[in-house]
């Protein structure tokens, strides 16, 4: 056996599984093949996922429940299992999903699971990068491999990595394959005030993350669709920030099933850091938030009032505009609005004139007369309407709360945002912890946020998130 392969112990992974969700599908066949200084060593082993399998997942692998029943549980095979993988590179193809149900099944144990991956996808984009398609079968027939069982059977697949592997290494040095390996895997010079064992643990996983110095103020704080690769590039060699790696002495992270939950994270972090830190406080942008309420008078006559959302609850308020950090941003916003479509000063409330006098807008030439009755104030009122309607709120479109379905690319996971009055209360993983939440009838109050406002709206209006209304439950 060629001295390359065994560099170190490696470990080529498959599993089945009931099905794709990690927080409620389970291991039922675990494939491995260990190579190392002492030669190659096949294992396999059903494992009884303590529930009933889908009739697809029986079609897909040729698994059904009668195999499973006598088969151990996850429970039982746990420290064989951990004995064969530790210590080891875990090479699997979409590496995610194998370590990534491996993780969960420990953790259900209460044992903590790291062990270095290499994802054979990856290593296949790497080094063939004028491909597109990297999935198992395709590179079956490109490399043409030998199937040796049924394919979707855990040992058959982890026999055609290994394979795989062999077949990479008689195209490529030694040195091509060990730099390729190298830069997916992810081991770069560490600070060592940072246990390394935290790198284990970054997911591959959209979501947000945050460093901290060792007073325990943060350093950083960024949204990311990769946190793991993210975190990584700040310490490789060409891209090394020294002054901040030497500051790091934490990193916390909140990982998410796709885009919608990462920005979500990323304010709940930021609103985490804002209210833990030496002097806890809300956020000041939220403290004075208020907008523009369009009152009507006489023959259409509207005039602008501002409401603050300590007052008013801005997702139900009917008529308005604009969310502004205090008034003095929202009286500036209107003052720009109105010389910008020629509305009177007076009308609107940005001055005082006595009865019959001109605004210092129409001395100026920048409004039409309303304040002297050159324009009629139905008129003027239409014209405000008009300028106005682009920064009209979305009043909330649902008799209650919604969970909002995300799930990630892979189909491993899905995030369940429970969301009410554009206010995001909680996001869970399975549907027990939804029940567990609306059963209890108190998520805390929050306050209505811009930011989560126009995260929610664009969600809702992009069409790829699931959408289950909720029944009502007081918050």
């Given amino acids: 056996m060629n001295a390359v392969f065994v560099a170190e112990p490696l470990v080529f992974v498959d599993l089945e599984t009931s099905g794709a969700n990690l927080a409620n599908d389970r291991i039922i066949e675990v494939g491995l093949i260990e190579v190392d200084a002492n030669g190659v060593r096949e294992w396999s082993v059903l494992v009884n996922p303590e529930t009933s399998i ?4 029986t079609r897909l692998t040729g698994i059904d429940d009668a195999m499973l029943g006598d088969a151990p549980t996850f429970r039982q095979l746990a420290p064989v299992l951990l004995e064969k993988l530790r210590g080891r590179l875990l090479i699997a193809h979409n590496a995610r999903f194998d370590y ?4 969960c099944e420990f953790k259900r144990l209460g044992l903590e699971f790291r062990v270095p991956t290499l994802c054979t996808v990856k290593l296949s984009r790497k080094l063939f990068p004028e491909h597109h398609r990297h999935n198992l079968d395709t590179l079956v027939v490109r490399h ?10 855990a040992l058959a697949d982890a026999r055609l990595l290994w394979e795989l592997w062999q077949c990479w290494h008689q195209q490529f040095t030694g040195d ?5 390996a190298a830069a997916i895997v992810g081991r770069p010079e560490l600070p060592p005030q940072i246990d390394a064992a935290v790198f284990d643990d970054l997911p591959e996983a959209a979501g947000a993350y945050a460093f901290y110095g060792g007073d325990g103020k943060p350093l950083l704080l960024r949204r990311s669709g990769n946190i793991r690769q993210q975190v990584l590039a700040h310490f490789s060699a060409t891209t090394r920030e020294t002054d901040l790696i030497r500051r790091i002495s934490r990193i916390e992270w909140r990982d998410a099933a796709g885009e919608l939950g990462a ?3 990323e304010i709940e972090l930021n609103r985490s850091i804002a209210e833990s830190g030496p002097h806890p406080r809300s956020p000041e942008r939220l403290d004075e938030l208020c907008s523009w309420q369009l009152r009507q008078g006489e023959r259409g006559d509207f005039r602008p009032q501002v409401i603050f959302a300590d007052e008013v609850d801005l997702a139900l308020a009917d008529d308005v505009f604009g969310l502004y950090a205090n008034r003095r941003e929202a009286l500036h916003a209107l003052r720009r609005l109105a010389d910008a479509h020629g509305l009177c000063h007076q009308q609107l409330g940005l001055e005082e004139t006595a009865n019959g006098q001109p605004c210092t807008a129409y001395r100026q030439k920048k409004c039409r007369g309303a304040c002297i009755g050159r324009e009629a104030a139905a008129l003027h009122g239409t014209r405000l309407l008009t300028a106005m309607a682009k920064f009209k709120l979305k009043p909330w479109p649902y008799r209650g709360p919604i969970a909002l379905l995300e799930r990630d690319d892979f189909g491993m996971r899905e995030d369940i945002h429970l969301i009410d009055r554009w206010r995001h209360l909680a996001t869970v993983n399975s549907e027990e912890a939804l029940q567990a939440i609306l059963a209890d009838g108190n998520s805390g109050c929050r306050r209505f946020d811009p930011d989560v406002y126009r995260i929610i709206r ?16 007081s918050t």
């Avoid at 990534?100 to 993780?103: C, S």
């Fill in 54 to 57: 889908s009739a697809f997942i």
């Fill in 458 to 473: 664009r969600a809702l209006q992009a069409g790829k998130v699931g959408i289950r209304p909720l029944p009502n439950f």
């Fill in 263 to 265: 920005r979500l994270h």
């Fill in 176 to 180: 091509v394959m060990r730099d390729a």
């Fill in 100 to 103: 990534g149900f491996l993780r």
């Fill in 144 to 153: 043409g491999l030998k199937v040796d069982g049924n394919r979707h059977r």
